[in-house]
């Protein structure tokens, strides 16, 4: 206790002396490296936040506005590929990880549990950072051995986003105007096979090609729905399972029944969507900005009959819930001064306060106010997607390698829905394959 004691007060003596200016010595500086893509030439000096639009200008503009607003502190950004493990391992690895990193809740037990990332409760304490202010998805995406070891960013999933035009032509729509999505198993194969009568294009849109997440995104969300535990254990999963076999069985139906597009890859699904292909992508809450853009702008496919966006049925009954991520900034573990230590504090805290600013991407909120409040609501379809905040459900804390077992619960699936694979087969291949890469860590 002494240690944390000693830790606030010097952080909070740094913060102090960094805000006031009191210190003509050179800005405290701070390496951050992140993903989101690169936009300098739209955004790099922009720092009108309200000005910029899409992950990587709303990201850039914040970070801009951040260095401008704290001349004593000055922030170094890296950009890398998506996601950026291989490279940041690599600096782990040699010795120089950065300040601050972007790093998804589902990938932090992997460095956390190799003590690679400060927990960081007390700098988000002393910085007036509230973990009861956060989304129940927030804190449980955060959260490692009861410790937050990132700040939550957001919250993401994927969702049902629709062409209305299409489905009025299907004859799916309510008298009040919003979709009409199926509650059941057998009411989606009736559905989406009166969507091809009536339209004589494919309900869904897919992004399967080279895009293993779609696969095992949709797999967790319904387990989940099931109320299957598959990660009881979070070293070994189960998919040997009556309830696995049910969603496989209905992606590898909705496939063969020609409900669904074959072969884009994700590019070409949005490509293919945007211009009228299909009734419904399943994509994520990183496009909703996007989409709404389309809708409003007059020839375009979705300017026709608008645009609406869901999270995902109830199909299978059981748990309202969702797979859910999200972003976080993480901190690696490395000699800082307390000057650092408070200018980190410092950013998180300005992260949190633009936490609405970073909502308008799409994505979800991680904090109370914001989602409950009348600007976020006013935003464009927030209404039919702020539930996610509340029943987004990530694998359990301790569960490691999780974008290593997305590849290989796509690989095995993808055999499966398209007929290459028993169902049960590929199952127990993907148990077997996830078991051992858990076992060796």
């Given at each position: ?38 936009c300098d030439a739209d955004f790099g000096s922009n720092t009108d936040v309200s000005k910029s639009v899409g992950e990587c200008g709303i990201m850039t503009s914040l970070i801009n506005k951040f260095n401008a607003d704290n001349p004593g502190i000055h922030i170094s950004v890296t950009t890398v590929e998506w996601p ?358």
């Amino acid at each position: 206790m002494a240690f944390r004691r000693t830790l606030r007060c010097g952080i909070a003596a740094a913060a102090l002396l960094i805000s006031t200016g009191a210190s003509l010595a050179a800005p405290v500086e701070l390496s951050l490296q992140r993903f989101f893509g690169a936009c300098d030439a739209d955004f790099g000096s922009n720092t009108d936040v309200s000005k910029s639009v899409g992950e990587c200008g709303i990201m850039t503009s914040l970070i801009n506005k951040f260095n401008a607003d704290n001349p004593g502190i000055h922030i170094s950004v890296t950009t890398v590929e998506w996601p950026g493990y291989d490279q940041l391992t690599a600096q782990f690895a040699s010795g120089d990880p950065p300040d601050i990193v972007t790093i998804h809740e589902s990938a932090l037990s992997d460095y956390q549990s190799k003590n690679l990332l400060m927990p960081l409760d007390d700098l988000m304490a002393s910085a007036g950072i509230d973990k009861a202010d956060f989304t129940d998805a927030a804190v449980k995406g955060a959260t490692k051995d009861g410790k937050f070891y990132g700040l939550p960013i957001d919250s993401w999933t994927m969702l049902y986003h629709i062409n209305m035009d299409l489905f009025k032509q299907a004859g799916l729509v309510n008298a009040d105007g919003t979709p009409i999505l199926p509650k059941s198993v057998d009411e989606l194969y009736a559905q989406a096979e009166q969507f091809r009568q009536k339209t004589g294009k494919p309900y869904f849109v897919v992004a399967t090609a080279n895009e293993v997440a779609t696969y095992m995104r949709n797999l967790y969300t319904y387990l989940f729905q099931q109320n299957s535990d598959f990660f009881a254990d979070p070293t070994h999963i189960k998919l040997k399972t009556p309830e696995a076999h049910k969603v496989v069985e209905m992606y590898k139906t909705i496939y063969e029944k020609n409900w669904s597009t074959h072969d884009l890859d994700y590019a070409a699904s949005i490509t293919a969507f945007l211009a009228g292909q299909g009734g419904v992508h399943l994509n994520g809450t990183w496009v909703v900005g996007d989409y709404n853009t389309s809708a409003k702008t007059p020839g375009t496919a979705l300017n026709k009959g608008g645009y609406a966006v869901y999270p995902y049925p109830q199909l299978f009954g059981g748990a309202k819930a969702q797979f859910a991520d999200g972003h976080t900034w993480a901190v690696p573990v490395k000699d800082r001064t307390p000057e650092q230590l408070a200018a980190i504090g410092k950013f998180m805290k300005f992260f949190m306060d633009n936490d609405f600013e970073w909502s308008r991407t799409g994505h979800l909120p991680v904090l109370k106010s914001i989602i409950t409040s009348d600007k976020f609501k006013a935003l464009p379809h927030r209404d039919t997607i702020a539930s996610v905040a509340e029943i987004g459900r990530p694998l359990p804390p301790d569960v490691q390698r999780q974008f290593a077992l997305q590849d290989i619960i796509g690989e095995e699936i993808g055999a499966a829905v398209t007929g290459h694979k028993d169902i049960d087969a590929a199952l127990g291949d993907a148990e077997s394959r996830i078991n051992e890469l858990l076992g060796n860590l």
